[in-house]
T-cell receptor, first 117, second 109 residues
Framework: GAVVSQHPSWVICKSGTSVKIECRSLDFQATTMFWYRQFPKQSLMLMATSNEGSKATYEQGVEKDKFLINHASLTLSTLTVTSAHPEDSSFYICSATEREHSYNEQFFGPGTRLTVL | GQNIDQPTEMTATEGAIVQINCTYQ??????LFWYQQHAGEAPTFLSYNVLDGLEEKGRFSSFLSRSKGYSYLLLKELQMKDSASYLC??????????WGAGTKLIIKP
């Protein structure tokens, strides 16, 4: 089956620093990638949707200048949390699909746990 | 507004059967998903329903009634490894995926 990887699996950083999370589709071309955030005991919250070669579409309330998304190729999307603060500590999950709107073929990465001190 | 309701937590016994309900009110409907998520891990796909009726897949079955805005996930012959959160998600008319808060299922021996 299709595999999506994320790197790093976990990261601890100081407040004010920036953190980059990579999401890769290993055996398929991901036309669309999604970035989610999940706080403890809560459901997934979609942050943004990115299509290869175009700007990401951010959900309401998500700061695009703080969460920079780059979908530079069909196999790689990156999320950069700029000037991270403790309230940004969360579980960040990406998912990818080969075709737009094909949610039934949405494959999730293993997630990245971010802790900001 | 758009809303998906599921129970916060359920408890069941190993070997038994449990039904997790999901009701939704969304702007349009283009399918409903059930995902399983173990603590600290990403969700894994369980089922997708777009037509009314029951879809059976091994120990897990999913039911949909579009007229009632209702779905359930049925888990049979429960095993300890089934302890997880179960997320219901609906695709609306804009093809946006709306997530429920999830139901934490606790299995007791």
């Amino acid at each position: 089956g299709a595999v999506v990887s994320q790197h790093p699996s976990w990261v601890i950083c100081k407040s004010g620093t920036s953190v980059k999370i990579e999401c890769r589709s290993l055996d398929f071309q991901a036309t669309t990638m999604f970035w989610y955030r999940q706080f403890p005991k809560q459901s997934l919250m979609l942050m943004a949707t990115s299509n290869e070669g175009s700007k990401a579409t951010y959900e309401q309330g998500v700061e695009k200048d703080k969460f920079l998304i780059n979908h530079a190729s069909l196999t790689l999307s990156t999320l950069t949390v700029t000037s991270a603060h403790p309230e940004d500590s969360s579980f960040y999950i990406c998912s990818a699909t080969e075709r737009e709107h094909s949610y039934n073929e949405q494959f999730f990465g293993p997630g990245t746990r971010l802790t900001v001190l | 507004g758009q809303n998906i309701d599921q129970p916060t937590e359920m408890t069941a016994t190993e070997g038994a059967i449990v039904q997790i309900n999901c009701t939704y009110q969304t702007s349009g409907f283009n399918g409903l998903f059930w995902y399983q998520q173990h603590a600290g891990e990403a969700p894994t796909f369980l089922s997708y329903n777009v037509l009314d009726g029951l879809e059976e897949k091994g120990r897990f079955s999913s039911f949909l009634s579009r007229s009632k805005g209702y779905s359930y996930l049925l888990l049979k012959e429960l095993q300890m490894k089934d302890s997880a959160s179960y997320l219901c998600a609906v695709v609306d008319s804009n093809y946006q995926l709306i997530w429920g808060a999830g139901t934490k299922l606790i299995i007791k021996p």
